[in-house]
Structure formats: structure tokens, C-alpha cells
């Protein structure tokens, strides 16, 4: 190694921002994570509103202290990189924050002070969260279009996109305030807060602002199957049925510009501008033109943190570095308050009902799908927390000195043993529960969908609340294993199952996914910094491009030239940094047959909960209709 070199990563989750330190393999040097204020209306659930002023406060804070405990000079870090939600961030051409409240006033957070940063003023609340499900009528009025770029989406754009947040936003603001604006998916806010450059990456664009990549053919639905191929990346009759038609007139400036003609769009990983500017390298406690690779949405750095891992099985066989075309059969989960599931190809496959096919979403040329469950640990949460035996469980968990899944376990374990059985899922053979409480994400793609559990009993013990926990985790596989279904039956070649975040710390829920989808499930040595290692990549690829180039991308050309470079050089990064990582297998022996059979008949009940649900509802709006 010529030089000591390190890298920082910045990941924004849905409730805290963090930084790591890592050197050129990958190795945690230093992490630390601060939470994040999110504001909730009082009077409207479907609202999640947070602050750009706030996250780049904790980001900032961070990474102080990340170089301060790890005792590196900040002249030894060679790049970073950022991931986030896929959150709308709204600024004006200043870059100063715009109130995206639904009065477009600020509302005050009783918890401001609790996080010693207090958001003050008018325009504080400007970023509309990925869970806020205030542009239902939008998303409806968009998907009723037909038009080419839905193809894109799986057929049905999710009213947790920033197209249909923007148009609600258009709805709702004044027209000047509105003209004024400047819309950000969120990991490119961070990189434009870090350098100044507009420059967007062709993840946050293609994936949650209808951008076509240029070459990609479009069909339109509504023009009975007639093809376009984009050549400006964005859509104008598309804008012009949807009501933001008024955006072409500045090229597109708002969203992020024609690649080429006033606009510079980039693959992950790409540098940004010339680096960290004077002011974000003194907020950060950096070094001015410190590398800054172009970003990504949190759940695709999962997978850029994962995907190249090698494996061992508990008996201990080692694999061999994979190649990029391997990586097309390992799907990365990305699991925490909800769940992204990540798929890569090499030709562009529509899944209906998952996002997608979205090209150089990573990868120059290479296509990803992506799946998603709107709430997986946030609904083990909600099921535990909203139980009668919650505070029985927080006291019994207090007493044992341990953690309430610890709790749970044990009791279920001991109930499998008092009625001698053999498995968890035995226990709950005649409960089913059909999970979206906050709508379906994927393979649906339906907002409407609620959640179904039958098989109550007049129960309010800490048994029954352990029987539910281990019911919801059941229901979270079996849905796993509905999208990878769907994503397989359409040409995908699913084989193998990459977790990362904090729901693959739970043992009971990663052995049920793997015997549900009856293939492994690899699990990272740190899962909870995979996410935020992959942005790290980002980080070094950036300052090794630059190195390589001797010159800033400043132009679309640069960009495309660059390519030629970055192909392979990205996966050669990832295949280097990420360490080895562990396989959990689908339960054995003649114990796993009798548990998969049981599971494969929850299945059914499964899918035809969604077909009962669905009746049921058009039931209500026939009679309504009279």
C-alpha cells in the first residue's frame, strides 16, 4: 500500500444519522450515530416530515467524532460517500430550506430539545420522509396515465416516490414559493450540501423521479403498446399529463437537468464536483476537496455493502470472490424499519408490483428491481408494544437483566417444549397474519391493503404476546418469499439471500426466512454497518477514479468517459472491502421437511388473505356505490 488511507461513509436511516471510518479492506475503524427528529402531525397519520438542518447537524457531529476517537489526522481520509432514504428535500435556489408542512407553516416537535439541536424557524420541517403517504390522489392520478415511464416502476408508481410528493407539493404551495423550489431525493441533497455541484445520481433520478435513462425504450400503455426511446431522460408529455409540464420550460433545472444540456447526472460512486467545499469540509471536521463519490438510496448501499461477500456455512467451506454476473442470484435485503429487496440483471426484466427495471441505478448498463415491505421492524415493534402484556414483558425483561427478544424466545421455546412439539411454527400452525398495516408496497403495489389476523384467543398473557412475535415473523417471511416468487417467475434467478441491518441480528427471523425460501441467507459480521460501508465504497471508489482520471467530472461527457473506467472498478472495490460473511441454511433433516410443508400451507393462507382482503373491499364499494 502506497499510502495510509481511510474512508468515511454517511447513511441517513428513517430515525438517526451515521458515519463510519474504514480503511482500504473494509475494517471498522470508528462509527457513530445520532438520532434524527422526525415530526408528526398531531391530527393526520399519514404525515412524516423531517429537517435538512438537522440531519447534516448529526452527520456533522458524526463525523467529529469518528476522527476524534479514532485519533486519525482528517488529511488521511481520501473520500466519502452518502446514502439516505429516499426522502424528497426541499430548498430554494439559495439552497435554504422550504416548509413542506401541509399548512406551510412550522409546527413545533415537543422532543426538539430532548436531541440538544433545536429546529427553529418557519422553513424548518423541508424534507418529506419515504413513509409519508400524504400524495395518495397523486399517485393515483399518475398511475392512471399509462404512460411509458410506469414500466419503469413495475407498472404502479408508489405514492412513496418523489414525483407524486412533488405534484402534492404543487398542489399546496404558492406558485411563486413552488417555482422557486429546487427537489432533491435526499442522498443527492447531501452530495450538492457536501460540494456545492448539482449533479445528481442516476439512482436517486431513475429510481424515484420517473428519469428514463437516455437509450432506454419506454412502452406506452396508453398509446396501445407504442415504443419511445428516451433520449432526454425525462418524459415531457409524461409531466405534461401529470401537471408538472410547467418543469420543461427550465429543462428540467428543478429535478436535476437534461444530462448534457445544463444537467450532470452520475453513476454511483462517481466524484462530485471537486470535492468536500470549504464550509461542509469545517462542518464535517474534514479537509477541502476531500473525494465525494455520487450517492445512493440507503437500501442500494445495502447492497453494494453485502453482494460481493465471500461465505462460510456453519461447518465452516469457504467460497471463492464472486464475480459481478454472479451477483445477479444474491438479492440483498435491507432490513430495518422496513425491508428494500435489491436485484440486479443484466437485461432489464418488468417485475408488475416491484420497482423497476431501473438502469444504471449502480452499475453502468446493469438493471435493478427493487422490492420492498413497507413495515417489517417497525411492525415487530408495533405488535409487541401495542400487546396488553407489553409492560409485563418490560418488567419481566428488567428483572432477568436482558432484552425483551431474549424474553420472547425463551418463552416460546419453553411452550414448544410444554406441548411437544418440535418447532415455534408448530405453536402458531393456526395462527395466520397477513402483515401490511401501512399498505403494500410489493408485489401489490397497494396502498390500500390493511393488515388480517385470525386464530385470537381470549388471551392477554406474555405466552400470547410471544406467540403473536413469533406469527408476525412468520407473516415477514412468507412475504419475502411472495416477492421473490413473483421476481424469479419473471426471469430473475434468485438463489441466495444478502441481509443486512438490525433485523439480521434475529436469529429466529433468519432461520425462518431461509427455510421459507429453502436457499441460505448470508449474514455480514457487522449487519448494522453494511449500509453505511457501502457508502464508504462509494468514498474510495470516488478518490480512486479521481486519481485515475487526474481531473473532476464537471460535464456529461466527463461522465461518460468515466464509465469507461468505472465498470469493473466499483465491484473490484466492493469485492475488497467487504469481509467474509456467515450462511444461515434452511432447517434439515426430517424436522425441516415437517416445518417447510407446515410453512408452504401458511403460504397459501398467506395469498389467499390478499384475495379474501381484496373481496371484502370491493364488496364495501359496491354497496356504497348504490
Known sequence: MSEEAYYIGFDVGTGSGRACLVDRTGKLIAEKSEPTLTHRSATDHRIYEQSTTDIWQALSSCCRSIIKSSGISPSLVKGIGFDATCSLAVVNQSGQPVSISRTGEQETDENDENLGRVVQGQKAWNIILWADHRAEEEADTINKTGEGVLNFVGKTMSLEMEIPKTLWLKKHMPKDRF?????????????????????????????KFSFVPPGATMTHDCDGGKEEVSTTGWQQRFFDKIGLGDMAADKFAQVGGIPGDGGLVLTAGQPVGTGLSKQAAEDLGLIEGTAVGSGVIDAYAGWIGTVAATSSAPSGESTKPPSLEQANSRLAAIAGTSTCHIVQSKDGILVPGVWGPYRDAVFPGQWMNEGGQSSTGQLIDFM??????????????????????????????????????????QLTKDLHFYPDLHGNRSPLADPQMKGMITGLALSDTISDLARKFNVTMEAIALQTKHIVDEMNARGHVIDSIYMSGSQAKNAPLM???????????????????????GAAMLGRFAHDLSTARQAPILTQQDAEEAKQLSGAGLWDVMVEMTQPAVRVLPRAGDIGQRESRLLDVKYKIFKESIEVQRRWRQMIKDEQGH
Open 384 to 425: 409487541i408494544t401495542t400487546h396488553p402484556a407489553y409492560p409485563r414483558l418490560v418488567e419481566e425483561a428488567k428483572k432477568a437483566d436482558t432484552n425483551m427478544f431474549q424474553i420472547l424466545a425463551d418463552r416460546l421455546a419453553a411452550l414448544v417444549k410444554e406441548y411437544g412439539l418440535e418447532t415455534a411454527t
Open 511 to 533: 432461520s425462518l426466512l431461509a427455510t421459507v425460501l429453502r436457499m441460505p441467507v448470508v449474514i455480514p459480521p457487522q449487519p448494522s454497518a453494511a449500509v453505511v460501508l
Open 179 to 207: 417555482k422557486d423550489c429546487m427537489f432533491f431525493d435526499l442522498p443527492d441533497y447531501l452530495t450538492y450540501r457536501a460540494t456545492g455541484s448539482l449533479a445528481r445520481s442516476t439512482c436517486s433520478l431513475a429510481c
